[in-house]
């Protein structure tokens, strides 16, 4: 699936565009690469309470929201905790057809675009973040959806992303200093798309570690889509006063 998304300028990729049809992998023929470990990680790894099977059908739901805003808090305020977390989930790394893959549970495998040794590397550079700040849940940077006239492949869509953001920005411009955007799409466990938002960064210049981790971001608007049993799509978008 691979964490995906735009650069922190704002700036979308036509290349970074995604097809969430090839989102969902099956099992046949992977292969664990760690093999110190030879089955799977269970989800005890992660200290998340959260419960998919009473959420999934709950497009309206904050729950999602709230639990990915505290595990980014986590990985700002507590650089270390996230560490510990990125090793343990080093276990869930698998290969198929010369692909590194990661597996989310529920039968949903993430692409992770940078390779096996994308782990190792954000542990290196999470070592060197200092302490920041938490950062302030804000509404008004949450991205607004038309869920009844739109397809799910919409919300995975290059040009529909440009679009809502273009609106978004439009609106929010003369109150806000804008950080950075990103999108993610992965599993509706919160807890392992704070991880994969901050291991497989795929953008240029580090560009989801530099939203989760910028020291100016004062606010973070969240929204999410379902867009498959048990994938979401994350919209996150950064924000200060601007004045």
Do not use: W
């Amino acid at each position: 699936m691979g964490c995906q998304c735009s650069n922190s300028n704002i700036d979308l990729n036509k290349e970074q565009s995604l097809n969430h049809e090839n989102l969902l992998i099956k099992t046949k023929d992977i292969k664990i690469l760690n093999s110190s470990n030879n089955n799977t990680t269970n989800d005890n790894i992660y200290d998340s309470n959260f419960s998919r099977e009473s959420n999934k059908n709950n497009q309206n739901s904050n729950y999602l929201i709230y639990q990915l805003f505290e595990y980014l808090n986590k990985i700002r305020t507590n650089p270390m905790s996230i560490i510990d977390k990125i090793e343990k989930s080093k276990s869930r790394i698998f290969e198929k057809e010369n692909k590194i893959l990661f597996d989310c549970g529920n039968n949903v495998y993430s692409l992770l675009n940078k390779g096996i040794t994308v782990f190792d590397d954000c542990i290196k550079f999470m070592l060197t973040q200092k302490i920041l700040q938490p950062i302030e849940l804000n509404n008004d940077l949450k991205i607004e959806f038309d869920l009844q006239n739109n397809s799910k492949k919409d919300f995975t869509s290059l040009h529909y992303i440009t679009n809502i953001l273009k609106k978004k920005l439009e609106f929010i411009k003369n109150q806000y200093f804008i950080i950075g955007f990103h999108y993610d799409v992965c599993s509706d466990n919160p807890e392992i798309s704070s991880i994969l938002q901050i291991v497989d960064d795929t953008g240029n210049h580090f560009s989801r570690r530099k939203n989760i981790l910028n020291s100016k971001a004062k606010y973070v608007g969240i929204s999410f889509v379902y867009i498959n049993k048990h994938i979401v799509c994350y919209y996150l978008l950064f924000a200060n006063n601007k004045n």
